[in-house]
């Protein structure tokens, strides 16, 4: 079992740095070439992975062009173009309404508010997040995916259970200048050791100080469950 350090705030500079280091090139997998692409491939990327996202958004940004063009698309075609993601059906019908607010509501280009970027069909904060940060140059918080999620509970981050409030929580102990990497270096150490079900501890360049580090802990602070 690792030793975490005495506070949070130092525990989460440690993780930041650490990270850093084992990724220098750390950035978002999600390839788009403007804010409605890039709001449209996040969309999508909800339970889905980024390759399989940026297989089928290669072919679907070059059938489509502008918010009008998905707006107007029959609900069935767009699906189809959607049909190896995760609930293609529900986001195609994201895609579609949003597009139609866009046009409507912001003379057909993306938002720059969270109020107004969480108004749009499919989009919750931890969209309008990465869309603010990557498309807006704003950043007013901090994106908490699934691996955000996991590592910040084993590493005695946060005790909450859920984005929301675990991103307040972080938002507290990350130096706010690092609040957009912070996401970045997690997702690649979640990819490449802190993963969900067999993490390499062994490996892991935060195993000394990871309270759930499985050489000697008997549990899996993510998910509260024994090892």
């Given at each position: 079992?690792?030793?975490?350090?005495?506070?949070?705030?130092?525990?989460?500079a440690e993780v930041v740095d650490r990270l850093e280091e084992a990724y220098p090139d750390s950035t978002i997998s999600l390839r788009y070439s403007n804010r409605l692409e890039l709001l449209i491939a996040v969309i999508l990327s909800a339970q889905c992975t980024d390759e399989r996202v940026n297989t089928e958004t290669e072919h679907l940004f070059e059938t489509y062009d502008g918010p009008e063009d998905y707006a107007n698309a029959p609900q069935d075609e767009l699906a189809e173009e959607l049909n190896s993601i995760t609930y293609y059906n529900n986001k195609a019908k994201y895609i579609r309404s949003a597009c139609q607010t866009i046009v409507e509501e912001h003379d057909g280009e993306v938002p720059d508010t969270m109020d107004e970027l969480t108004d749009l069909s499919g989009v919750?904060?931890?969209?309008?997040n990465v869309v603010l940060q990557h498309g807006h140059d704003v950043v007013e918080g901090i994106v908490v995916d699934t691996h955000v999620q996991r590592l910040s509970r084993r590493l005695g981050l946060t005790e909450e259970e859920y984005p929301e409030p675990i991103e307040q929580e972080l938002m507290e102990l990350v130096p706010e200048g690092y609040w957009q990497q912070f996401t970045h270096l997690c997702i690649d150490h979640g990819r490449a050791t802190c993963t969900a079900r067999n993490p390499d501890c062994d490996d892991c360049v935060l195993a000394d100080i990871c309270p759930s580090e499985r050489g000697d802990s008997e549990i899996d602070l993510a998910s509260g469950e024994p090892w």
């Open positions: 079992m690792g030793t975490p350090r005495e506070s949070r705030t130092d525990q989460a919750g904060r931890k969209t309008a």
